[in-house]
């Protein structure tokens, strides 16, 4: 079993919809939740950054977490194409002491298409 | 801005090969990494670095090595080329120190081994 596993899709939605993503884990541990965004032929890039459980909303961007049922999500909402990319949750454990730390464990991805 | 720079963006090699890929990183970054990204698999880690001189084992370390001979430069090695290391390889930098501080990513390599 995969530590991260993340909802596949594809995805495809229309302009203006609301999007949500998803991933699952199942080591308790992880502490520090997060999402980055991947254009493609570029490298990923931090889009929202959460600690332990709750809601976080920048934009149109809210990151949810749920440590009781080890979920987290991403939500957009009034979604555009320029929202079209490949969607990475990624966590990483508390600092083990040493060479752990910034370690970050990632989903698999979801690519995300948004049609005027 | 962090600039994370990678010396290739494709490259195709024939098994057997001996492939280095570069990285170089500009803002002084302690931590290093090298992850490659397949479909269906996501990003996977295959090495990291938090010091010169000084390498970690990530998930797929097999048929792998690396160099940090100097902080700014992280280099991949792939001894033996074999085709099942065609894949997109990222490499990545990091402060230490901070639990939010995030990864920052170059643009990627695009290995073919044919």
């Known amino acids: 079993q995969k530590e991260v596993e993340q909802d596949p899709g594809p995805l495809s939605v229309p302009e203006g919809a609301i999007v949500s993503l998803n991933c699952t884990y199942s080591?308790?541990?992880?502490?520090?939740f997060m999402w980055y965004r991947q254009y493609s032929r570029k490298g990923p890039e931090l889009l929202m950054y959460t600690y332990s459980s709750g809601n976080k909303e920048d934009g149109r961007f809210t990151a949810q977490v749920d440590k009781s049922s080890k979920y987290i999500s991403l939500f957009i909402r009034d979604s555009q194409p320029s929202d079209s990319a490949t969607y990475l949750c990624a966590m990483r454990l508390p600092n083990a002491g040493g060479t752990s730390y910034g370690k970050l464990t990632f989903g698999q991805g979801t690519i995300l298409t948004v049609h005027p | 801005d962090v600039k994370v720079t990678q010396s290739s963006r494709y490259l195709v090699k024939r098994t057997g090969e001996k492939v280095f890929l570069e990285c170089v990183q500009d803002m002084d970054h302690e931590n290093m990494f090298w992850y490659r990204q397949d479909p269906g698999l996501g990003l996977r880690l295959i090495y990291f670095?938090?010091?010169?001189?000084?390498?970690e084992k990530g998930d797929i370390p097999e048929g792998y090595s690396v160099s940090r001979e100097k902080k700014e430069r992280f280099s991949l090695i792939l001894e033996s080329a074999s085709t099942n290391q065609t894949s997109m390889y990222l490499c990545a930098s990091s402060p230490q120190g901070f639990y939010n501080s995030p990864l920052h990513f170059g643009n990627g390599t695009r290995l073919t081994v044919t």
């Open positions: 670095s938090y010091d010169v001189k000084m390498k």
């Open positions: 080591n308790s541990a992880f502490q520090y």
